[in-house]
C-alpha cells in the first residue's frame, strides 16, 4: 500500500492504513512530546503528599485512601466491642470458677453469700457484686421451680372416686382364686368348689335377706312396717300387766263414740323411761351410721362443718369447670379488679 508510510509512528491515527500525515499531526506531535517532557520534570521535583490513614483502618493498605469521620467512627466502635468481649470472657471465668458453689443447696449458696471473699480472694467489687447477683438469681429459679411442682400436685389432686380400693381389692381376690383354680384343673365356673362350709353358709344366708328398700318402696306400707317390728323386736312386753289394764278397764280399746275417746290412761314410769331409752338408742344409733368416704389430707379445707362442705361439693360438681380460674386467680392474687 502506498500511503502506510506517510503515517508518523506517534501519530495517533497511525493504525489507520489510510491516513496521510499532514502539518496538523506534525504540530500535535510536538505539542505532546513538550508537554510529556514538563511532566517528567515536575515529577521529579515535587515530594509525595502526605495521607491521612489510621493504621487500624480496614482499608489502610490502600494506597488512594484517606481515613474520613466515618472510618474514625468505625475503628472506635470496632475498640468498644473489644472491651466488652474481654470483659464478658472474664465474667465467665469467675463464674466457671464458682461452678461448684452454685450446685450447692440453698443454705451452702445463702453462707457463700454472705461471705464472697472467702471462696476466691482475687475477686474485684464488681466481680464480687456480680457473683452475688448470681447467688440469688439461682435461690429465685429454685423457689419457683419448688412452687410450680407444688402447685400442678396440687391441681392434679385424685379425684374422689368410689370404690378404687374396693375393686383393687376384688381384683386381687379374682387373680388369687383364678391361681387356685389352674393349680386345680378348674376353671372359673367351678369356684364355688373352693369355698368351705361357713363361707357357703354365710353366702347363703345373705342371698336370702331381703334387698333394702330403694326409692318410693321406702315409704310405703310394707316397709314402715318392718321398721316397726324391727324397733319392738328388741322391747320386753309384760303380758301380765297387760290383761291387768285390760280388764280393769272395760273400754279400753275405746271407739270414736265412747266418751272417754282421747283421754289419757294412767301409764307406768317404767314403760315411759323405756320407751324414752328406745328412742335414744335409735337416735345413737343413727348418728353413728355414716358411708365410709376417703378423705385427702392434701386437699384444700374450703368448708366450715360437715353440712358446708357437703354442700360445697355439689357446688363444685355443678359449677367447678367455669370457677376453676377464677378461684386460681384468687388464690395467686394475679384476679384482676372490675
Request: net charge negative; with cysteine; proline share 4%.
Amino acid at each position: 500500500m502506498e500511503g502506510a508510510g506517510k503515517a508518523h509512528p506517534d501519530c495517533i491515527n497511525a493504525s489507520n492504513p489510510y491516513h496521510e500525515c499532514v502539518e496538523y499531526c506534525f504540530k500535535r506531535i510536538a505539542e505532546a512530546k513538550s508537554h510529556a517532557d514538563e511532566g517528567e520534570n515536575e515529577d521529579s521535583s515535587k515530594e509525595p503528599e502526605e495521607r491521612t490513614v489510621h493504621p487500624d483502618c480496614v482499608n489502610a493498605s490502600n494506597p488512594y485512601h484517606e481515613c474520613s469521620e466515618y472510618c474514625f467512627k468505625r475503628i472506635s466502635e470496632a475498640k468498644d466491642q473489644i472491651e466488652r468481649n474481654e470483659s464478658d470472657i472474664q465474667e465467665d471465668d469467675i463464674t466457671s470458677s464458682f461452678n461448684g458453689a452454685n450446685q450447692n443447696d440453698s443454705g451452702d449458696a445463702h453462707h457463700v453469700q454472705n461471705d464472697p471473699e472467702s471462696g476466691n480472694p482475687n475477686l474485684t467489687e464488681k466481680q464480687k457484686k456480680l457473683f452475688e447477683m448470681r447467688l440469688k438469681m439461682n435461690e429465685a429459679r429454685k423457689a419457683n421451680q419448688m412452687a410450680m411442682v407444688a402447685e400442678k400436685k396440687k391441681m392434679e389432686a385424685p379425684s374422689e372416686a368410689r370404690g378404687i380400693s374396693k375393686q383393687k381389692w376384688l381384683e386381687e381376690r379374682k387373680k388369687k382364686i383364678g391361681k387356685l383354680l389352674d393349680s386345680n384343673g378348674l376353671d372359673m365356673s367351678k369356684a364355688y368348689m373352693l369355698d368351705t362350709q361357713e363361707m357357703a353358709e354365710a353366702k347363703y344366708k345373705k342371698w336370702e335377706k331381703d334387698p333394702s328398700p330403694y326409692g318410693w318402696d321406702v315409704f310405703n306400707q310394707k316397709t314402715l312396717y318392718n321398721a316397726h317390728k324391727k324397733r319392738v323386736k328388741n322391747i320386753e312386753c309384760d303380758m301380765e300387766a297387760y290383761n291387768e289394764a285390760k280388764e280393769a278397764d272395760p273400754e279400753f280399746y275405746r271407739e270414736a263414740s265412747s266418751l272417754q275417746y282421747g283421754k289419757a290412761t294412767k301409764i307406768p314410769e317404767e314403760n315411759i323411761d323405756r320407751m324414752v331409752k328406745e328412742l335414744q338408742d335409735r337416735e345413737a344409733k343413727r348418728k353413728s351410721f355414716s358411708r365410709r368416704r376417703k378423705f385427702h389430707e392434701e386437699k384444700d379445707i374450703d368448708s366450715i362443718n360437715d353440712r358446708n362442705e357437703h354442700f360445697n361439693k355439689k357446688i363444685e360438681r355443678a359449677f367447678g369447670k367455669y370457677t376453676l380460674e377464677i378461684k386460681n386467680n384468687l388464690e395467686r392474687g394475679t384476679a384482676l379488679p372490675d
